[in-house]
């Protein structure tokens, strides 16, 4: 499959601050979605992306379609405790979506 | 509006024995999907069904098959379970106008 490469791995929120990931690709997508997996749950969607440069938001959730067609960003403003979980971004061509291995937001202590 | 359903929830299987997940949708969704997520791999394609009567192989289909039975219902079986088949299993589905896939609560199945 194709491979995106998401980034970064983990990170530690603390409520209150504005977090950011992104995801890459060696492959040109129609189409960039991002979902966030709380444990035991099945993924969720947040935020579809359809045109190159396109910029999008969904509450505080801001996701961008790079202009290259092979990466995305998702920002997070004003992390509440409840935005822990496993964000993976994914990519649509041909009927198929391929994911990133997700990131893994987890409240600082 | 249930949206994607599977069941089982939980699975314990011998190495060796057989059973089929099964998958349903009701938003009048076209294409399904069959996934497995590991630990640290995100989620991985193993079949899918772009259309009713059509199916085709993902990124990791061996010792696995599937069925289309109708528009709602997309089952996958495996025939002899492996000990790496031990995952949670996750189905899918997506509607013709828009490129996003809705997924189920997932199967965890564990094979000794």
């Known amino acids: 499959g194709q491979q995106l490469n998401q980034s970064p791995q983990s990170m530690f929120i603390q409520e209150g601050e504005d977090v950011s990931m992104n995801c890459t690709s060696s492959s040109i997508f129609n189409t960039w979605l991002w979902y966030k997996q709380d444990p035991g749950e099945g993924p969720v969607l947040l935020i579809a992306?359809?045109?190159?440069?396109e910029l999008t938001s969904n509450g505080r959730l801001t996701a961008q379609f790079g202009i290259t067609r092979k990466d995305s960003f998702l920002n997070i403003s004003a992390s509440i405790p409840s935005d822990v979980g496993i964000y993976f971004c994914?990519?649509?061509?041909?009927?198929?979506?391929?994911f990133g291995a997700g990131t893994t937001v987890t409240v600082r202590a | 509006n249930a949206g994607v359903t599977q069941t089982p929830k939980f699975q314990v299987l011998k190495t060796g024995q057989s059973m089929t997940l099964q998958c349903a949708q009701d938003?009048?969704?076209?294409?399904m999907y069959w996934y497995r997520q590991d630990p640290g791999m995100g989620l991985r394609l193993i079949y899918y069904s772009a259309s009713e009567g059509t199916t085709d192989k993902g990124e990791v289909p061996n010792g696995y098959n599937v069925s289309r039975l109708n528009k709602r219902e997309f089952s996958l079986r495996l025939e002899s379970a492996a000990p790496s088949q031990t995952s949670v299993y996750f189905c899918a589905s997506m509607g013709l106008t828009a490129y996003e896939q809705y997924f189920g609560p997932g199967t965890r199945l564990t094979v000794t």
């Open positions: 992306l359809y045109k190159a440069g």
């Open positions: 994914a990519g649509h061509n041909d009927y198929k979506l391929s």
């Open positions: 938003m009048n969704h076209n294409s």
